[in-house]
């Protein structure tokens, strides 16, 4: 069994990593899924949060992702994602108006219009998984040696 797998996190826009991994946590539709080197088969379903994974000089990296796919293969993985930012891209002002303005829209929208009510949940979801991994690209997590 390999040691590494090759991750590739691709958004319409560009080519967001390309890179070789010891482990990677990503969040699945229905929750984090570790995958390690060898790991079986499978594709799942993307949803808003954090995907995290160990390079191969032992460094983590984060990501900000919201919405794709992932395909898992036993030497590799492959993202699809609608959105994909490195903790290092993200603009924290930016991120922080957005969960404002997010949770004004929430309290508008509560009991009167569901569709917006969603979309207002979706927002403040991506604005909080955005500034949450901001917050990791120098945290002690960050630096841990495995």
């Known amino acids: 069994m390999a040691d590494t797998l090759q991750v590739e996190i691709v958004t319409p826009e ?3 990593v390309n890179d070789q991994a010891t482990e ?4 699945g539709k229905k929750g984090y899924l570790g995958i390690l080197p060898g790991h079986a088969p499978l594709i799942t379903e993307l949803s808003v949060g954090e995907i995290s994974y160990r390079n191969a000089a032992g460094q983590m990296k ?7 796919f992932a395909e898992v293969l036993p030497n590799k993985v492959t993202i ?5 930012e490195k903790a290092e891209d993200i603009d924290v002002g930016r991120a922080e108006r957005a969960r404002q303005e997010a949770e004004a829209a929430l309290k508008a929208a509560a009991g009167k219009d569901e569709s917006a009510y969603a979309k207002a949940e979706a ?21 841990l040696v495995p």
């Open 14 to 16: 560009h080519l967001v």
């Open 80 to 84: 699809l994602a609608e959105v994909a």
């Open 62 to 68: 984060f990501l900000h992702v919201a919405w794709g």
């Open 24 to 27: 990677l946590t990503l969040p």
């Open 123 to 143: 927002d403040l979801a991506r604005a909080s998984a955005r500034i949450a991994v901001s917050k990791k690209l120098n945290s002690d997590v960050a630096n």
